[in-house]
């Protein structure tokens, strides 16, 4: 028996490209995948397997050498390192030696990511260039598994073309009750004098740009009246804060839906130093990259560098009426893999899951069980459901991981094993936010196929 566990932190982000990871592995040989909400998947283990972990920062120690003293092998995909802040990697580095050296396997985004390494992070042989799975619904033949996403936002924005402004200022604009520079802290990115000063720079610049990315939206509503310009907060921002433009007629404000589905019906998307230009890139989505202030120390210049940048609001409005201005330019792709390894013709969810399943041979097979622990997890967490549903309680995990039915998420799973000419895999829930998918043996759908072969049609 082989099992790999999957958490899963941000659903709009991460769920669809873990499930093509999962999909994939149980295609090459795991027995079962546990995966879900990451708190509750960490919290029902019972049994030796592999995991792969969102990031392995350094303040993720403790979790990573409890995951080993259970008898797992650990891998790790940054999700925030397809954009790291490349200025000193002594303030940035997203691992301790003593971290790396527990880990199984890094798998990573690509070259931006991999020069962004200190030197004793770069020459580990525990680096395995894949790319991010996320990356494999972008390519042109399998966007179809946004059709139905397409659909619900075409009516949502009343068939008008879309005009997509992308904020990523959870720093400055972060939610309510949440200390940005305490938060800092407690996870480890301020321990020193130099990263102190570093951060509040950074703090201090991206306040700069966001009080002019704010006047974005009434403009372009003024300018473009037959558009709909949709907002996307990042999901760590104060929602409030956009939430006012909502009284604009052609101004839609809507964490609704991934970005890649809102990336695929939109026109144009305008950002400022944020990953979604690289994954509009990707879709040959324009990109505009809102530039009113810049520093040599805090903007991340290779996401600005994709697409056409603009100093100020009317340069934005000049070039969405350049029609020629916002078509891709020659060299964007090649920019795109100066960034991130990305290969239309190659999953990086099947690369990931070939080298988790390498990581099985050695994985032991002692049982763990803490089910007491469990059951006052499970309490808590559902006491928290219910008080985030009824709106009686903010709960920043919440909406990042919202509960999801079984019915959506199996749905979700065969839409995505379509799309990845996968077949046969059964869903159940273990739980409040975690499912068990399985392989269903051949011989199986095969029998399943003669018994609904034989029962007379109740409409014939």
Known sequence: MSRLYIPVESQSRELASRIAVALYSLDIGFSDVIIGRDVEVFNTIQKPGVVLLKSAASFEFKLVEKLLSQGHKVYSLDEEGILPPLNDSSINTRFSKDLLSMLSGVFVNGNLELSSFPSWVKSSEKLIITGNPRFDFYAPRKRRFYNN?????????????????????????????????????????????????????????????????????????????????????????????????????????????????????????????????????????????????????????????????????????????????LYLMADNLSKLNEIIKYDPECNAS???????????????????????????????????????????????????????????????????SKC???????????????????????????ALGEVVGKCRPLFP
């Open 420 to 446: 990845m000419n996968l077949e046969g895999f059964s869903v159940n829930r273990e739980g409040i936010d975690v499912f068990r998918i399985k392989k269903i043996k051949p011989d199986y759908i095969a």
């Open 350 to 416: 099947e690369l990931i899951a070939k080298s988790l399943y390498d990581g099985v041979q050695t994985v032991t097979n002692e049982t763990n069980s803490k089910r007491s622990k469990n059951i006052r997890f499970f309490l808590r967490e559902i006491i928290k459901l219910l008080l985030s549903n009824l709106k009686l309680r903010h709960c920043y995990a919440r909406k990042k991981y919202p509960f999801i039915s079984t019915v959506k998420f199996r749905a979700k799973v065969e839409d995505i």
């Open 149 to 325: 996403n397409k659909n619900k936002i075409n009516s949502l924005v009343k068939g008008k073309k879309i005009i997509l402004l992308v904020s990523r200022f959870g720093d400055v604009n972060l939610s309510k009750n949440i200390n940005y520079f305490k938060l800092l802290e407690d996870n480890g990115y301020m321990n020193t004098e130099k990263s102190r000063a570093f951060h509040k720079g950074f703090y201090e610049h991206s306040k700069v740009i966001f009080e002019e990315f704010i006047q974005l939206p009434t403009t372009l509503a003024r300018e473009f009246p037959e558009h709909m310009i949709v907002v996307r907060p990042h999901p760590s921002e104060c929602d409030s804060v956009w939430r006012t433009f909502n009284k604009f007629e052609n101004i839609l404000v809507s964490s609704q839906f991934d970005i890649a589905s809102w990336l695929s019906c939109a026109e144009v998307m305008v950002h400022n130093g944020c990953t979604t230009s690289v994954e509009a890139t990707a879709m040959e989505v324009p990109v505009i990259s809102f530039v009113p202030a810049t520093s040599d120390e805090y903007d991340l210049v290779q996401a600005n560098e994709l697409g056409e940048k603009a100093e100020n609001i009317q340069e934005v409005v000049d070039i969405i009426r350049d029609k020629e201005g």
